[in-house]
């Protein structure tokens, strides 16, 4: 068996290449003047190979995955397994205007002619709960970072607040809440546009208590922003963010900076300077489980 990296998501591939015990190889990618990649995998493919590559700022990177696998099983591979531990284009799961393309449903499909089993982490599905209904494999396997961002923070806090920025972020802050028995709550989000939310919180007295807000991604970092200026208002000790997926685009870490968050942690899902804690020991056992 072998794991194949890329040189842009370098040390977590080989960090999992080292816990499963498995050799690491570079698929070489060239990039030719007029955008188009060329891909030069090993000389010598194994039966089983594991591909790891986050899929952050993916429309290059989807086409290198396709030229991968296609050379990958020429070269007699019998099995790819793909470890994304960011997977791209699953918010869009409906058409909200006619003539919009469902992104999830054709990434699905695309990703799931080309490998035979899919590990990622934290994918952000809204209306669609299980991502075997979107990439059909029988291993299409969903993992959630819960355990380490909790055993991350319990090294940090001894009784910490931790708050989910919206519904959707209760199935991750109860369980991390839950694992350690501290306090959360959840806010009530409304979205207005790519760029626009607003953020209402139940009454709760934060007065001196570290608050943690625990979201699956940061993207304009908006939901943040707002969930943290509500937050700082309510005087607490201090005031920190964990993510799965940093993005933090339009300076939104400058932003949260400035509004007095003293910590913004993330996973090595997408390498990201806010990157605090790895994925590997999540991901070996789930991989070792499909073997
Ligand atoms: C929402 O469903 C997600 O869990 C995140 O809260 C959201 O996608 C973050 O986006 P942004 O950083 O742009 O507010």
Not at 10 to 23: D, Q, T
Not at 56 to 67: C, G
Not at 72 to 90: D, H, N, S, T
Request: hydrophobic content about 45%; some cysteine.
């Amino acid at each position: 068996m072998l794991l194949l990296g890329f040189a842009d998501y370098l040390e977590p591939a080989k960090a999992l290449a080292s816990k499963l015990k498995l050799p690491f190889s570079l698929v070489e990618v060239h990039h030719f003047p007029d955008g188009e990649s060329k891909v030069t995998l090993p000389v010598s493919i194994s039966d089983t190979v594991i591909i790891c590559r986050s899929l952050a700022q993916p429309n290059d990177k989807l086409i290198e995955l396709m030229l991968v696998c296609a050379t990958a099983r020429k070269m007699g591979a019998k099995r790819l397994i793909l470890v994304a531990p960011y997977l791209c284009y699953m918010r869009q799961d409906k058409a909200f205007n006619p003539g919009e393309a469902i992104s999830q449903q054709i990434i699905g499909e695309f990703l799931s002619h080309y490998v035979d089993d899919l590990i990622t982490v934290d994918p952000h599905l809204h209306r669609v709960s299980r991502l075997n209904s979107v990439v059909k494999l029988e291993n299409a396997i969903s993992l959630q970072a819960t355990q380490p961002m909790g055993e991350f923070l319990n090294e940090k806090f001894t009784a910490p607040v931790i708050i989910g920025p919206d519904e959707e972020s209760r199935q991750w802050v109860s369980a991390i809440a839950g694992q350690h028995g501290w306090d959360f709550l959840v806010a009530i989000k409304q979205r207005f546009g790519d760029r626009s939310v607003k953020v209402e919180l139940d009454d709760f007295d934060f007065i001196d208590r570290d608050i943690v807000i625990v979201d699956d991604i940061a993207s304009t970092g908006n939901t943040l922003i707002k969930t943290a200026e509500l937050l700082l208002s309510k005087h607490p000790e201090s005031l920190s963010i964990l993510v799965t997926h940093a993005f933090f685009v339009d300076k939104a870490l400058d932003k949260l900076e400035q509004l007095g968050v003293r910590n913004i942690w993330s996973s090595d899902s997408v390498l990201h300077s806010t990157n605090a804690f790895s994925l590997v020991d999540l991901l070996a056992p789930n991989i070792e489980n499909i073997l």
